[in-house]
């Protein structure tokens, strides 16, 4: 379990977690990102350095443009694809041929493709930007053999959104117990809300409801060891959570399967439904001003006091390289700048919602939401990254996705679909 005390500078986790992918896949999208450069950014002179860019939304994507606009090295060419797509052909887009540098994840994301050699050493760029980070990000930076191969640029807590105004013309406070919760669903159906927003169209969003539900019924311990395959899909501990989610199912935004979480998070502006468990990300849907400013959160509630409510799901994003770019001196000098503050502040201001990593980020412009973020992850004991960044990847695309959404249309055969889970679980792990 990680205490407060394993907080650097700007409140940044320390993570001791493993992290996943999304997919392996087919060369079309691999060809597709090839084919997708939308501009680039930077001046000066040498060859060009190619970014692989998952950052596809129109708020992010700006935001990135931005970044790269800052950068006083080679021209920089940004090769933007679907951020789905992106994760789901990761691993064909590895092995063909990659951008110089690309975006991806901390952690276990960054370590699976690390052990297989498929990207780059920068211990070199560290070397110069190190001192800008708390030890726990290099070590989410690090990958097994100690070498670094990540630069991060954000992370963002997962919790329960909501529009003040709503909840101030209804009368509603923030629950702090699953029974409080379930009375506040109630009271909002008969209000004429859907009580939790909901889209899972792309298979991963329901992922945050699990990983919740697990840690707050088992404990992040159970929770860090089910995702490292070592413990059992089909015991009563995970039946428990998936019964605990079948009584809540009912509150959730029907037809969720034909929903992405943009649509969702659109109810949930359009003040249509009442709360929505997503990231921090949120609010890249709600218009700058006062749809944004109307934005509150409440940590997601406490399920069993013996268990509390103090672990928090926060992954972190930054930057790779590939393993042999075609412009290496020029990727390594795009990556010292993008871990520096001034290209963490640029995407911020673009971009307020999501909280920088490094020690000298200025948080002086950040919005009250932002900063209710940071104290929440800051004063977390326990962190995670996210079922699909926490687990091999091979299992979370190609099982715990289709499960996910299999219990979703069909919650009353519990008994079977865990059992099929472990089954898959133990070909893929072993054992």
Not at 367 to 384: F, M, N, P, R
Request: charged residues 20%; hydrophobic residues 35%; negative net charge.
């Amino acid at each position: 379990m990680m205490s407060p005390r394993s907080f650097g500078a700007g409140g940044v986790p320390a993570i001791g977690r493993r992290t996943l992918l999304k997919g392996m896949m087919g060369a079309g999208a691999l060809a597709g990102l090839a084919a997708c450069g939308d501009g680039s950014g930077g001046g000066g002179g040498g060859d060009q350095v190619t970014l692989g860019s998952n950052w596809s939304d129109e708020v992010p994507k700006k935001a990135i443009a931005q970044v790269m606009s800052g950068f006083s090295g080679p021209s920089v060419k940004i090769n933007t694809i679907d951020h789905n797509s992106f994760q789901e052909n990761i691993n064909s887009y590895l092995q063909g041929g990659p951008d110089d540098v690309f975006g991806w994840f901390a952690g276990y994301r960054m370590q699976f493709f690390a052990e297989q050699g498929l990207v780059g050493d920068i211990s070199d760029v560290w070397s110069d930007i190190g001192s800008g980070f708390s030890d726990a990000l290099k070590q989410q930076s690090t990958g097994a053999d100690g070498k670094q191969y990540f630069v991060p640029l954000y992370y963002y807590p997962w919790a329960v959104f909501y529009r003040k105004s709503v909840w101030q013309e209804k009368g509603y406070t923030a629950p702090k117990t699953l029974d409080e919760f379930t009375a506040l669903s109630t009271k909002m159906q008969a209000d004429g809300l859907a009580p939790i927003a909901f889209g899972d169209s792309d298979g991963w969003p329901a992922m945050g409801t699990f990983d919740y539900l697990n840690m707050r019924i088992n404990g992040y311990d159970f929770h860090k060891q089910l995702m490292a395959g070592e413990e059992a899909w089909d015991s009563s501990k995970v039946k428990t959570v998936f019964d605990t989610w079948k009584g809540l199912l009912p509150f959730h935004q029907a037809d969720s399967l034909g929903r992405t979480w943009q649509e969702a998070a659109q109810s949930l502006l359009n003040k249509e439904s009442g709360m929505y468990l997503l990231g921090l990300f949120v609010g890249q849907q709600f218009p700058e001003g006062a749809d944004r400013d109307d934005l509150d959160f409440f940590p997601f509630p406490e399920i069993d006091s013996n268990v509390g409510a103090d672990a928090v799901e926060a992954p972190i994003d930054g930057f790779m390289m590939a393993a042999r770019p075609r412009n290496e001196s020029g990727a390594k000098d795009l990556l010292k700048y993008l871990g520096t503050a001034k290209a963490e502040d640029t995407y911020l201001k673009s971009d307020p919602n999501n909280i920088g990593t490094h020690n000298d980020a200025d948080t002086s412009g950040y919005s009250e939401l932002q900063k209710k973020a940071q104290t929440l992850v800051s004063s977390a004991k326990s962190i995670s990254q996210f079922l699909d960044r926490d687990t091999r990847p091979d299992f979370a695309s190609t099982v715990m996705i289709p499960s996910l959404q299999e219990f979703i249309k069909n919650p009353n055969d519990i008994d079977s679909l865990l059992k099929n889970i472990e089954s898959q679980k133990k070909s893929i792990f072993g054992g």
